[in-house]
């Protein structure tokens, strides 16, 4: 078994390298270059050719790509074309709060629909489920600007209980974070939870179709022992796949909120980064989030290879 | 009334309806809004009147004529690019399946990879060397949504490749065209429908999402998602401008919504969890 | 009457869609008592025997009808009544053992479960019970086999296992839906003549689910024999063998008596070879499928090959068509020879070798009309207009015993067994000249299946057509073979005219393997396990 999870590791990494040769390679192979990208149609040659020499774009792109990558692992990550300021000082803590508010989201949505999953898939066809599959549709359709600016209106605006930015900053406590963060992270919490919900409830409802389920039944043994000795476990592994996926997808979903609430994270740098053109600090911001989308992704893997008892117990 | 021979429950009439409502309102634009998108009528914010359905927006635009135009330019967008993205997602599906193992692993690997990488963060990477036209918009959401649509009509079309009616023509020495495009391709369609719904939505949701982070379709054009963010502000004030094309966004999902739903459930069948105890 | 056991009174199943599954069914069984249901795909019993336990599946119904356990309406009580009466009472065993156990614990922990949760014992007499059930059922190594986890013991043994788990609780009745009908027939006989040994030691009453009258007739005192979902006839097991007084009970007894018997055939010549295998080798990556086959199959004949599951009698099927490389040794067709790799055989090679599976409902494209189907090969291999592929279809749908009708409808609405009458039509209209027909009736009912086997005689007689007959059923191969080879792990251990195959057993495992198939006698389980037993 330890093989199996090594080879996911290994794939994990490697997965990872060429993810960012894909990265390096879109802001190169497409037609046009930084420099031409970052300086507009109007340029002149000259300056052109100024700006290449300056940036290093003369020699060759797989040598850039090298050297990048290199640095990268040692921590640099260059510095932004608009301000010359160093990458790495400016990412970090940002990464730090978008880390926070996923983090946070997590905590609320993960118990809430996976538990909700459940519930709706042992009592399928019910009201709760019907309750559940309205209320998760209604989360998946929306998008997540309107969720947020309904909560602004109505929690910050029309209450005054919430801030309606959520301006951190560094000698907050604990507390005041949770605090300004709050509509932020519900936002995100609706998002990424009724996907999770959806997704347990029909891998819950999978195993619940099993032969060996309706053995237990038939084994005269209550029903809610059915569910948690039998059905569960089983479900174990399909459920951490879902989750894994959508605390990735939550980490993504942050961008669009953390413009929202003007929120100091990754996601705001790098639309920011997009509007003004500044290739180094997206290419940081991309490298960034696919790697840990990658990492989470390979994790959730590595679980359900644990908790797999054919794997755990060959033959 | 029936639909492709079946009745459609409540829910799935109330998601035709509102999609209807809104391709209606997306073609008929210039003949249901009393102004045009680009005009300023009105003074920034002004309440909601007869002549002004809605109010007007940030710099006095109508609001309700610009919603009707954004309806043209956003579900446009999508259905362009989700169209785009099934061209060439179940074409490489299809070929991945059918194309023995080299071209399967290939492409297969490649895939992998580009989903390893969040979809809006690939989108952004892209959008900040090209900028954003309305072209380069649908190309590249396009793309990158292919890969999801490559992963499900290649696993579609895999469970169909081992069927021995698939096998049959294989041995009778059909082509590999021909066994694409009679036996695979029409048995794959069932499922890769509920698939376009869903993925329209998605791409829908993205687009809007572009654009409210103002990267995707670009002023002076009406849309959606860039409505949201021209008027966002206002929320502040108590407002409801943002919020009425943040709404026509979300009801247009929930309606395409129901009617994946109910197209779904047409074969689903009950689970072992409603068994009589 | 009181002293019945079980009584299922006037019950009725229905579907959610409305349809009747069971329809008026009623039996009772008394304690120590086998009755044995029987009947073809779709005659409920299965559902009659869920019902037994006041269950019923999702998406069907129980709507009439009682069901009393020890003099208690087990349908009327409440669900912790039920789940009293469920495990104690009456238990089941599932025909697949390996989908009913949860893969997720080791095997005696589910068998413990129940007697634990029921009340009736404390771990350790649970588990000391279970051992001694296992060492009932013959299972190896007693005290340590239910440490392991479901996925790690052979289907046999795990068969035997869920018979343990059903009588951890002692119940007066068990359940047995259809226990062996998934085991390869050397591993049935086991299994059967324990379970038949077991319900004789415990004295428990049971209702054994089957399709096979053979098996049924070895384990059951009476036979109720099931049609659409209604009691056609129920009886003492020799009177419904012997005089069944229903036609079709009569047309299952006489159809299942017909393949004990080796049937004559006209002679064929043996030496005009159209097809020859010789040393032939064939790989599933570094897996030797087929090891050294020699067969040869003459113009007109047919040659069928035996073996249970795993000896390689489908991969041969397909390195002969090229779907399965083939890594040495030969294959010719006609006097040529045939290339390993399907894409570089000519498509005149292809046309004159034809294949008809076991499934027809996967071997019909869903989404084209039957004349399409049918159709395609005349045109493809003919190039012939599409009034005259027409006009061959109507003679194709007549000759398979087909309404020409049927050329505009889809295949999906038929029937198994006319889906596979046009799977046969579709192999003819290549005009070729040997049909390689994999297990083409094994998923069919007895009766359907009967007719396919004479279709495909009387097209023998017509057209001169040969078969490569694939099968694991013994009673077909007696049937209709010319010659018999017998293959065992990838190997052919015997080859011959098949009378002579039959009669003198060359090889050990022919002997097993032949005189392990169930026979319509009531004493043929007891009489093959003394012979044995002598033997050893």
Same mark, same amino acid.
């Given at each position: 078994?330890?093989?199996?999870?090594? %080879?996911?590791?290994v794939?994990?990494?490697?997965?990872?390298?060429?993810?960012?040769?894909?990265?390096?390679?879109?802001?190169?192979?497409?037609?046009? *270059?930084?420099?031409?990208?970052?300086?507009?149609?109007?340029?002149?040659?000259?300056?052109l050719?100024?700006f290449?020499a300056?940036l290093?774009l003369?020699?060759? %792109?797989?040598?850039r790509?090298?050297?990048?990558?290199?640095?990268?692992?040692?921590?640099?990550?260059g510095?932004?074309?608009?301000?010359?300021?160093?990458?790495?000082t400016?990412i970090?803590?940002?990464?730090?709060? $978008?880390?926070?508010?996923?983090?946070?989201?997590?905590?609320?949505a993960?118990?809430?629909?996976?538990?909700l999953?459940?519930?709706?898939?042992?009592?399928?066809?019910?009201?709760?489920?019907?309750?559940?599959?309205?209320?998760?549709?209604?989360?998946?359709?929306f998008?997540?600007?309107?969720i947020?600016?309904?909560?602004?209106?109505?929690f910050a605006?029309?209450?005054?209980w919430?801030?309606?930015?959520? $301006?951190?900053?560094?000698?907050m406590?604990?507390?005041q974070?949770?605090?300004?963060?709050a509509?932020?992270a519900?936002?995100?919490t609706?998002?990424?939870? %009724?996907?999770?919900?959806?997704?347990t409830r029909?891998?819950?409802?999978?195993?619940?179709?099993?032969?060996?389920?309706?053995?237990?039944?038939?084994?005269?043994?209550?029903?809610?022992?059915?569910?948690?000795?039998?059905?569960?476990?089983?479900a174990?592994?399909?459920?951490?796949?879902?989750?894994?996926?959508?605390?990735?997808?939550?980490i993504?979903?942050?961008?669009?909120?953390?413009?929202?609430?003007?929120?100091p994270?990754v996601?705001?740098?790098?639309?920011?980064?997009?509007t003004?053109? *500044?290739?180094p600090?997206?290419?940081a911001?991309?490298?960034?989030?696919?790697?840990?989308?990658?990492i989470?992704?390979?994790? %959730? *893997?590595?679980?359900?290879?644990?908790?797999?008892?054919?794997?755990r117990?060959p033959? | 009334?029936?639909i492709?021979?079946?009745?459609?429950?409540?829910s799935?009439?109330?998601?035709?309806?509102?999609?209807?409502a809104?391709i209606?309102?997306?073609i008929?634009?210039?003949f249901?809004?009393?102004?045009?998108?680009s005009?300023?009528v009105?003074?920034?914010?002004?309440p909601?009147?007869?002549?002004?359905?809605?109010g007007?927006?940030?710099?006095?635009?109508?609001l309700?004529?610009?919603?009707?135009?954004?309806?043209?330019?956003?579900?446009?967008v +999508?259905?362009?690019?989700t169209?785009?993205?099934?061209?060439?997602?179940?074409?490489?599906?299809?070929?991945?399946?059918?194309?023995g193992?080299?071209?399967?692993?290939?492409l297969?690997?490649?895939?992998?990879?580009?989903?390893?990488?969040?979809?809006?963060?690939?989108a952004?990477?892209?959008?900040?060397?090209?900028?954003?036209?309305?072209?380069?918009?649908i190309?590249?959401?396009?793309?990158?949504?292919?890969?999801r649509?490559?992963?499900?009509?290649r +696993?579609?079309?895999?469970?169909?490749?081992?069927?021995?009616?698939?096998?049959?023509?294989r041995?009778?020495?059909?082509?590999?065209?021909?066994?694409?495009?009679?036996?695979?391709?029409?048995?794959?369609?069932?499922?890769?429908i509920?698939?376009?719904?869903?993925?329209f939505?998605?791409?829908?949701?993205?687009v809007?999402?572009l654009?409210?982070?103002?990267?995707?379709?670009?002023?002076?054009?009406?849309d959606?998602?860039?409505m949201?963010?021209?008027?966002?502000?206002?929320?502040?004030?108590?407002?409801l401008?943002?919020?009425?094309p943040a709404?026509a966004?979300?009801?247009?999902?929930?309606?395409?919504?129901?009617?994946?739903?109910?197209?779904?459930?047409?074969n689903?069948?009950?689970?072992?969890?409603?068994?009589?105890m | 009457?009181?002293d019945?056991?079980?009584?299922?009174?006037?019950l009725?199943?229905?579907?959610?869609?409305?349809?009747?599954?069971?329809?008026?069914?009623?039996?009772?069984l008394?304690?120590?008592?086998?009755?044995?249901?029987?009947?073809?795909?779709g005659?409920?019993?299965?559902?009659?025997?869920?019902?037994?336990?006041?269950?019923a599946?999702?998406?069907?119904?129980?709507?009439?009808?009682?069901?009393?356990?020890?003099?208690?309406?087990?349908?009327?009580?409440?669900?912790?009544?039920?789940?009293?009466?469920?495990?104690e009472?009456?238990?089941?065993?599932a025909? =697949?053992?390996?989908a009913s156990?949860?893969?997720?614990?080791?095997?005696?922990?589910?068998?413990?479960?129940?007697?634990?949760l029921?009340?009736q014992?404390?771990?350790?007499?649970?588990?000391?019970?279970?051992?001694?059930?296992?060492r009932?059922?013959?299972?190896?190594?007693?005290?340590?086999?239910?440490?392991?986890?479901?996925?790690?013991v052979?289907?046999?043994?795990l068969?035997?296992a869920?018979?343990?788990?059903?009588?951890?609780?002692?119940?007066e009745?068990?359940v047995?839906?259809?226990?062996?009908?998934?085991?390869?027939?050397?591993?049935?006989?086991?299994?059967?003549?324990?379970i038949?040994?077991?319900?004789?030691?415990?004295?428990?009453?049971?209702l054994?689910?089957?399709?096979?009258?053979?098996v049924?007739?070895?384990v059951?005192?009476r036979?109720?024999?099931?049609?659409?979902?209604?009691?056609?006839?129920?009886?003492?097991t020799a009177?419904?063998l012997?005089?069944p007084?229903?036609?079709?009970?009569?047309?299952?007894?006489?159809?299942?008596k017909a393949?004990?018997?080796?049937?004559?055939?006209?002679?064929?010549a043996?030496?005009?070879?159209?097809?020859?295998?010789s040393?032939?080798?064939?790989?599933?990556?570094?897996?030797?499928?087929?090891?050294?086959?020699?067969i040869?199959?003459?113009?007109?004949?047919?040659?069928?090959v035996?073996?249970?599951?795993?000896?390689?009698k489908?991969?041969?099927a397909?390195?002969?068509?090229?779907?399965?490389?083939?890594?040495s040794?030969?294959?010719?067709f006609?006097g040529?020879?045939?290339?390993?790799?399907?894409k570089?055989?000519?498509r005149?090679?292809?046309?004159r070798?034809?294949?008809?599976?076991?499934?027809?409902?996967?071997?019909?494209?869903?989404?084209?009309?039957?004349?399409?189907?049918?159709?395609?090969?005349?045109?493809?291999?003919?190039k012939?207009?599409?009034?005259?592929?027409?006009e061959?279809?109507?003679s194709?749908?007549?000759?398979?015993?087909?309404?020409?009708?049927y050329?505009?409808r889809?295949?999906?609405?038929? =029937?198994?067994?006319?889906?596979?009458?046009?799977c046969?039509?579709?192999?003819?209209?290549?005009?070729p000249?040997?049909?390689?027909?994999?297990?083409?009736?094994?998923?069919?009912?007895?009766?359907?299946?009967?007719?396919?086997?004479?279709?495909?005689?009387?097209?023998?007689?017509?057209l001169?057509?040969?078969?490569?007959?694939?099968?694991?059923?013994?009673?077909?191969?007696?049937?209709?073979?010319?010659?018999?080879?017998v293959?065992?792990?990838?190997?052919?251990?015997?080859?011959?005219?098949?009378?002579?195959?039959?009669?003198?057993?060359?090889h050990?495992?022919?002997?097993?393997?032949?005189?392990?198939?169930?026979?319509l006698?009531?004493?043929?389980?007891?009489?093959?396990?003394?012979?044995r037993?002598?033997?050893?």
């Open positions: 078994m330890l093989k199996v999870i090594a %080879a996911r590791v794939l994990g990494l490697l997965t990872l390298l060429a993810v960012s040769a894909l990265i390096f390679a879109a802001t190169e192979i497409l037609p046009g *270059d930084v420099a031409s990208a970052v300086l507009g149609q109007g340029a002149t040659p000259e300056t050719a100024t290449r300056e290093g003369d020699r060759p %792109a797989y040598i790509y090298f050297e990048w990558l290199f640095s990268a692992l040692q921590g640099d990550l510095v932004a074309l608009t301000n010359k300021r160093d990458i790495l400016s970090a803590p940002r990464f730090e709060n $978008t880390m926070f508010l996923a983090g946070y989201a997590a905590l609320i993960v118990p809430l629909s996976v538990g999953g459940i519930l709706a898939a042992i009592n399928e066809g019910k009201w709760i489920d019907r309750v559940a599959n309205v209320l998760s549709l209604a989360a998946i359709s998008p997540e600007f309107f947020a600016y309904v909560l602004i209106l109505v605006v029309k209450l005054g919430f801030p309606s930015l959520s $301006t951190v900053f560094d000698d406590t604990l507390s974070r949770f605090h300004v963060t509509l932020p519900v936002t995100l609706m998002l990424v939870a %009724a996907h999770m919900l959806r997704m029909s891998s819950v409802l999978s195993i619940m179709s099993q032969p060996y389920i309706e053995m237990a039944f038939l084994k005269g043994l209550k029903r809610s022992r059915v569910v948690f000795v039998h059905a569960l476990p089983n174990a592994a399909p459920i951490i796949t879902v989750i894994a996926l959508n605390l990735a997808y939550l993504v979903g942050v961008v669009v909120i953390e413009v929202v609430f003007v929120y994270g996601g705001q740098f790098m639309v920011d980064g997009v003004k053109r *500044d290739l600090v997206v290419q911001c991309g490298l960034v989030f696919a790697a840990a989308f990658v989470l992704n390979t994790f %959730a *893997d590595v679980m359900s290879i644990l908790v797999n008892p054919r794997l117990k033959r | 009334m029936r492709l021979g079946h009745k459609p429950s409540l799935a009439w109330i998601g035709i309806l509102i999609v209807g809104f209606a309102a997306a008929f634009a210039p249901i809004a009393p102004f045009t998108e005009e300023k009105a003074k920034t914010w002004s909601p009147t007869s002549e002004f359905l809605l007007a927006d940030n710099i006095g635009r109508d309700f004529s610009r919603m009707v135009y954004g309806a043209r330019t956003t579900i446009g +999508a259905l362009a690019t169209i785009l993205s099934f061209i060439i997602g179940l074409s490489l599906g299809l070929w991945a399946a059918v194309g193992k080299l071209v399967d692993q290939v297969s690997r490649f895939v992998d990879v580009m989903l390893s990488i969040p979809l809006l963060v690939f952004l990477i892209i959008l900040s060397m090209f900028g954003s036209s309305i072209p380069t918009l190309i590249t959401i396009a793309i990158l949504d292919s890969t649509v490559f992963r499900l009509s +696993a579609v079309a895999m469970n169909l490749v081992v069927l021995e009616y698939v096998e049959a023509a041995l009778r020495g059909e082509g590999l065209w021909w066994i694409m495009r009679r036996e695979v391709l029409p048995n794959a369609m069932p499922p890769m509920s698939e376009f719904g869903l993925r939505c998605f791409n829908f949701l993205f809007a999402g654009s409210f982070l103002g990267l995707g379709i670009q002023p002076p054009l009406a959606w998602g860039g949201v963010r021209d008027n966002g502000k206002a929320i502040s004030f108590g407002l401008a943002p919020l009425w709404m966004i979300a009801a247009m999902t929930v309606g395409v919504n129901l009617v994946v739903d109910w197209i779904l459930s047409i689903a069948r009950p689970s072992g969890a409603s068994a009589e | 009457m009181t019945n056991i079980l009584k299922i009174r006037n009725r199943i229905e579907a959610i869609s409305g349809a009747v599954l069971v329809d008026d069914v009623s039996l009772e008394r304690p120590g008592e086998v009755l044995g249901l029987i009947g073809e795909g005659a409920g019993k299965s559902t009659i025997g869920l019902a037994s336990m006041a269950y599946r999702a998406g069907c119904k129980i709507t009439g009808g009682t069901v009393e356990i020890e003099g208690q309406n087990i349908r009327a009580i409440s669900a912790d009544g039920r789940r009293k009466v469920r495990g009472h009456i238990a089941y065993v025909q =697949s053992a390996a156990f949860n893969p997720a614990y080791r095997i005696i922990d589910q068998i413990c479960e129940m007697p634990v029921h009340g014992m404390n771990k350790t007499d649970a588990r000391a019970w279970a051992i001694e059930l296992f009932a059922l013959d299972l190896p190594n007693p005290e340590k086999f239910g440490e392991r986890y479901p996925h790690q052979s289907g046999g043994q068969q035997r869920m018979a343990a788990m059903a009588m951890s609780c002692k119940p009745i068990l047995f839906d259809e226990p062996t009908t998934a085991l390869d027939v050397t591993t049935q006989i086991e299994v059967l003549a324990l038949k040994k077991l319900i004789r030691e415990f004295h428990t009453a049971a054994y689910i089957s399709h096979d009258l053979a049924v007739a070895q059951a005192d036979i109720m024999v099931l049609r659409g979902g209604k009691t056609v006839e129920i009886g003492e009177q419904v012997h005089e007084k229903t036609d079709y009970a009569r047309a299952l007894v006489a159809e299942r393949a004990d018997k080796i049937s004559t055939h006209r002679a064929v043996h030496e005009n070879a159209i097809l020859t295998v040393d032939a080798v064939g790989l599933y990556e570094s897996f030797v499928a087929v090891k050294n086959v020699s040869s199959v003459a113009r007109g004949e047919t040659v069928a035996v073996g249970e599951s795993g000896s390689g489908s991969s041969l397909r390195l002969i068509v090229g779907l399965l490389p083939r890594s040794g030969s294959v010719k006609d040529q020879e045939l290339s390993p790799a399907l570089d055989r000519p005149d090679q292809l046309r070798i034809q294949l008809i599976y076991q499934q027809p409902d996967v071997a019909l494209n869903p989404r084209q009309t039957i004349g399409e189907i049918i159709g395609r090969p005349v045109e493809f291999y003919f012939k207009s599409p009034a005259e592929v027409a061959r279809v109507r194709l749908l007549n000759q398979v015993g087909l309404p020409e009708d050329a505009k889809l295949s999906t609405a038929l =029937s198994g067994g006319q889906k596979q009458r046009i046969i039509a579709r192999a003819l209209a290549a005009e000249d040997i049909i390689i027909c994999d297990e083409p009736t094994s998923a069919l009912d007895q009766l359907v299946a009967d007719e396919i086997l004479k279709l495909l005689g009387r097209l023998q007689e017509e001169g057509v040969a078969y490569l007959f694939i099968t694991h059923d013994l009673g077909i191969v007696r049937r209709i073979s010319h010659r018999t080879a293959m065992l792990r990838g190997e052919l251990i015997a080859d011959g005219p098949t009378a002579e195959v039959f009669a003198l057993p060359f050990p495992y022919t002997e097993r393997l032949l005189s392990s198939v169930p026979e006698r009531i004493d043929w389980l007891d009489e093959v396990l003394t012979k037993k002598a033997e050893a």
